[in-house]
Structures are given as structure tokens and as C-alpha cells.
């Protein structure tokens, strides 16, 4: 009489088979990697055109040329020169944001009726307030699409305002933060 072989038991419902998390890990560190590859090569296209290093060099220039440039204008035009240089910018070249903003927070500080265009300006640290206000200015200026135009106003017409127009290069501290020259 031959014995009938017996089949292998079957795996509890639900058990993953064994090549399964060496299979989801590799996906991981794939997608990792290819992630990371592309942010690579988007830099590395900056850095050959030599935007980044351009930018990143001149951002206490960009504030110097802003406070030169009101000197000789009006605030609104500080906001308007501001956004010029803003608007171009991609919505993750935070160099080129920043030396706008820059430009824009120097421009303020030496234009003339620079304190009227505060009025009405929220606290820089009422984030869902001053982030209303500047989508307001944005679509009153036709710029409700441009993902630099808000971007642009929070950090250069609302920080001015926050920190009472004084002349200092604003810091990349949250507002409200103190720095070490103000502690006593």
C-alpha cells in the first residue's frame, strides 16, 4: 500500500509570505533614492547656472541695494520691486525667495511712508491672520495664482511692520524670537 503524501500545512491567514519585507524594503530605499536623486539634480542644475551660489553670496547686498533703491522711492514701490523680483522665482528656490525678500524688507526701511503702509498689517506670529491678509494683497494685485507672492509680502511688508520697522536684516528666527543682541 503507498502512503499518500501529505500536503505542507498552510499558513495562517493574514502571514505574509517570507519575501515580502525584503521586497518592501527595497521598494523604500528605492524610492528614497530616487527622490534624492532628483532633488540632487535640480540643485546641481542650479549650481551650474550658478544661481545659488550668485544669490546666496549677495543676500546682505540684495538688502543693502533694497534700502538704497527706497531711498529714492515710495513704500508701495518697495512692495512692487519686491514682487518683481519674487514673481519670477520657482516655488522651491528659497534663495531666490529670500533675496527678494531681502530686497523688499531693506526697500521699507528707508522709504518714505513706509509706517502708513503698516496699517492694517496682522503680527507677523498670527500665522492664519497675516497669511489671509497676504492672499488678500496678492489677488487685489492680480497675483492669486503666484506661489511666491504671499511668500514674498509674510516676510518682508508683514515682517517689517511686526518688528516696528526697524532697520535690521530680518533673521531667519521665527518672529518674536529674541537674539542674542537683545538679551541683556
Known amino acids: 500500500m503507498s502512503e499518500t503524501p501529505v500536503p505542507p500545512a498552510a499558513p495562517p ?8 519585507v525584503p521586497l518592501i524594503v527595497l521598494g523604500v530605499v528605492v524610492g ?15 549650481w551650474m547656472e550658478g544661481k545659488v551660489t550668485e544669490v546666496a553670496l549677495d543676500l546682505p547686498g540684495l538688502h543693502a541695494a533694497g534700502a538704497e533703491f ?16 519674487a514673481l519670477p522665482c520657482e516655488k522651491m528656490d528659497m534663495f531666490c525667495q529670500m533675496g527678494a525678500a531681502l530686497f523688499a524688507h531693506g526697500c521699507l526701511t528707508t522709504a518714505a511712508g513706509a509706517p502708513e503702509l503698516c496699517a492694517g498689517v496682522p503680527m507677523e506670529s498670527d500665522t492664519a491672520a497675516v497669511r489671509e491678509w497676504a492672499e488678500n494683497q496678492c489677488d487685489a494685485r492680480g497675483h492669486a495664482d503666484a506661489p511666491t507672492c504671499a511668500p514674498l509680502l509674510i516676510q518682508s511688508w508683514a515682517r517689517y511692520c511686526t518688528d516696528g520697522g526697524e ?15 537683545s538679551s541683556p
Not at 32 to 46: E, K, N, P, W
Request: proline share 11%; charged share 15%.
Open 167 to 181: 532697520a535690521a536684516v530680518p533673521s531667519m528666527a521665527p518672529a518674536g524670537a529674541s537674539s542674542p543682541e
Open 70 to 85: 527706497g531711498g529714492e522711492h515710495p513704500a508701495e514701490a518697495c512692495v512692487d520691486a519686491g514682487l518683481t523680483r
Open 32 to 46: 528614497v533614492g530616487i527622490g534624492g536623486v532628483v532633488t540632487g539634480l535640480r540643485y546641481a542644475r542650479l
Open 13 to 20: 491567514p493574514g502571514a505574509r509570505p517570507r519575501w515580502a
